[in-house]
């Protein structure tokens, strides 16, 4: 949350920083600000709104600086304003900085600021805070103030400095937020996300935790908390700028929609060996760890915790281990079951949200082992975990997720099959049908795709609905779940996803006349029961649009219900079969139930997406949103 930029070299501050803000935009975008260092020493410019609010406000300003901060925020503490606006400065406007994060013991610094050093205050942030403090320590070497003060705040925080008396460099620090430092030719950069230097730069210092970071035009130095010199290697970033440009598309959501076929295809083709075998990369799990492993635990944040839902049926059908799913959020604060016999399996796109990570350390502090499924490449989830499974999405700048839902799910299956065929509980037969399938998910996604128009279409008669519910049973409830979020985030109608069964427990008291419902219904097994879910809602006046596969006549076979040949026959859903109930049908590709998640998805996405800009939204950066929660 919140984006940072710094520029140290020879001139074009002011150029670089707006440049890489505007890259940064996704992580919030609710006010703007920059501080250059000038021949009058620091200038500050801030404002409500976006970049472009802030470029209006700076056009007089000399472009020639060389050395400034920038920054984009998503609120906390104080309104969007352009007082609560970064950066914040000390009292006598000497010392500016830019902070992301949250610094929990803000109101006891300030009264001790009050008391102490007679600080006023023009902002309700913590951050102006952080600002004062580094100042009361200031005595000529902002690094030295930098340190002191980073002793005196608890929190998070990833902070860029400048003090007017010093123009020759740019302090940074960084606790549980993240933060990196660019290494350019005769000039260095500091940014909270790679996407910001990419135009400039691909080798970069990854800033870790209570170190500090001097910026020269010359070099960047980094310091442990004892202040120590830090060796540390240099990252270099192998994917391409255009993979973070919009390539034609109107938002980066479509962009992104349509890039999951080669995403899933790229995760699983990295990943499938001679015979089709799994080799999980990142993974050093052996028979023997899973033989140890009495549970596991799935724990994310929204999208992410989506997929981790399918992920738990995975495990548990392919690979016979217990699985629980949790919200991060919830699970470090409610004393999980966790120890070492523990495998803690934790799901997140840009591996900086910050309830993932205390959740992660939580587990790690209980003695588990953890095993993350991340997209961002050294992010500080990765960094933390035991063994690291990427999803090789690429970078996901929409706030909404697409790609990094449908690459995670893709991961929860090969662990799942990984640790099925380790654990030997899974035959040579039902393992090649299930990969055969996975491998086959690419070309039908894309088939979905080419399906747009209708999908569009339909969005143009629903897209002045102003509630909406997902129902959906077994791996269709979760899919619901994903649904119901895209619309809601996107569009901002108030929309809800339930467990098909669970409707008739309360939920249908809120079903009237013209209530329009989502049937997700790609479950051969779970079909029959499906439509009397359907008919149950239609009964009461609801407007129903099904999501089912398109078998083909011939097609139709008998299978049991239970996937080891046991139990009550059913039949293979029909095409066309579901016409018969819903208003509408919205049909993907056939596939097995097991791997309908990745295909069911597509059209709920696509459906968020045209009815978003049917309704005006802004879709890629939603209100009150942001693409990395680095707060709790
Ligand atoms: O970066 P993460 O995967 O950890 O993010 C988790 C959630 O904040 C994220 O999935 C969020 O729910 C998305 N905006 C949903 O589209």
């Known amino acids: 949350m919140c984006g940072i930029v710094g520029y140290i070299g020879s001139g074009g501050a002011k150029d670089v920083i707006i440049d890489g803000l505007r890259r940064l ?119 030295d103030a930098v340190y002191e003060a980073a002793a005196k705040m608890r929190g998070a925080y990833a902070i860029g400095a400048m003090a007017a008396s010093e123009p020759d460099r740019i302090v940074a620090v960084r606790k549980d937020a993240p933060l990196i430092a660019g290494i350019g030719d005769d000039c260095n950069f500091l940014a909270s996300d790679i996407p910001a230097l990419l135009k400039y730069v691909r080798t970069i210092y990854l800033i870790e935790n209570n170190e500090t970071a001097l910026i020269t035009r010359s070099g960047v130095t980094i310091y442990d908390g004892n202040r120590r010199e830090v060796k540390r290697d240099v990252f270099h970033v192998n994917w391409d700028a255009d993979a973070a440009e919009k390539e034609g598309y109107d938002h980066f959501m479509l962009k992104e929609i349509h890039e999951q076929p080669k995403g899933v295809f790229e995760t699983l083709d990295r990943r499938l060996g001679k015979g089709d075998e799994i080799k999980l990369d990142g993974i050093s799990l052996t028979r023997e760890d899973l033989l140890a492993i ?65 959740a992660l350390r939580e587990a790690k502090r209980k003695g588990a082992r953890v095993l993350s499924v991340v997209n961002v490449v050294g992010s ?42 380790r654990l030997g509980r899974m035959g040579d037969e039902e393992y090649g049908r299930v990969v055969a399938e996975l491998k086959g998910i690419p070309d039908k996604m894309r088939a979905v795709l080419e399906s747009e128009g209708e999908i569009r279409d339909l969005a143009k008669s629903i897209y002045k609905n102003e509630s909406v519910f997902f129902i959906g049973r077994g791996m269709d409830a979760h899919v619901a779940l994903e649904g119901s979020l895209k619309l809601k985030e996107v569009s901002y109608i108030n929309s809800f996803a339930i467990a098909a069964g669970e409707l008739k427990h309360g939920t249908i008291a809120l079903i009237e006349q013209g209530s329009l419902v989502f049937a997700l219904a790609t479950q051969d097994r779970l079909f029959d029961k499906m439509l009397s879910n359907i008919q149950e809602v239609k009964a009461r006046g609801a407007k129903v649009i099904g999501l089912a596969k398109q078998a083909a006549e011939d097609d139709v076979k008998l299978f049991r219900r239970s996937r080891h040949g046991k139990g009550e026959p059913y039949r ?40 978003a800009k049917l309704r005006g939204c802004d879709i890629d950066k939603p209100k009150n949103l942001a693409k990395s929660v680095t707060v709790e």
């Open 25 to 143: 935009e996704y992580r919030g975008y609710d006010s703007a600000g920059i501080a250059l260092m000038t021949d009058g020493g620091l200038t500050v410019r801030k404002t409500i709104g976006r970049i472009d609010s802030l470029e209006a406000i700076i056009k007089d300003l000399d472009g020639s600086s060389h050395m400034g901060i920038g920054h984009t925020r998503w609120a906390t503490h104080g309104a969007p304003s352009d007082a609560n606006a970064h950066p914040h400065t000390n009292g006598d406007g000497s010392i500016a900085i830019v902070h992301n994060g949250i610094i929990e013991n803000y109101l006891e610094l300030k009264e001790w600021l009050i008391s102490e050093h007679g600080a006023v205050f023009r902002s309700e942030t913590d951050t102006e805070v952080a600002a004062h403090l580094i100042g009361a320590f200031y005595k000529g070497d902002l690094l």
């Open 294 to 358: 009495d549970r596991v635990y799935i724990v994310a944040c929204g999208t992410a915790y989506h997929a981790g839902l399918v992920g738990k049926r995975l495990i548990e059908g392919f690979a016979g281990l217990p699985v629980e799913t949790d919200i991060a959020s919830e699970f470090r604060y409610r004393d999980p079951c966790v120890n070492e016999k523990t495998l803690f399996i934790c799901i997140s796109q840009s591996g900086e949200t910050l309830d993932t990570l205390e």
């Open 380 to 421: 500080s989830v990765a960094r933390e975990s035991d063994d690291v499974f990427y999803t090789w999405a690429g970078p996901e700048i929409a706030v909404a997720s697409t790609k990094a839902y449908t690459t995670q799910l893709l991961c929860m299956y090969l662990i799942a099959l990984y640790m099925a065929r």
């Open 572 to 611: 293979k859903q029909e095409s066309g079969y579901l016409d018969r109930s819903a208003d509408e049908t919205i049909y993907v590709p056939d596939c097995a139930d097991e791997v309908a998640p990745l295909l069911a998805v597509l059209p709920l996405q696509l459906l968020a997406y045209h009815i």
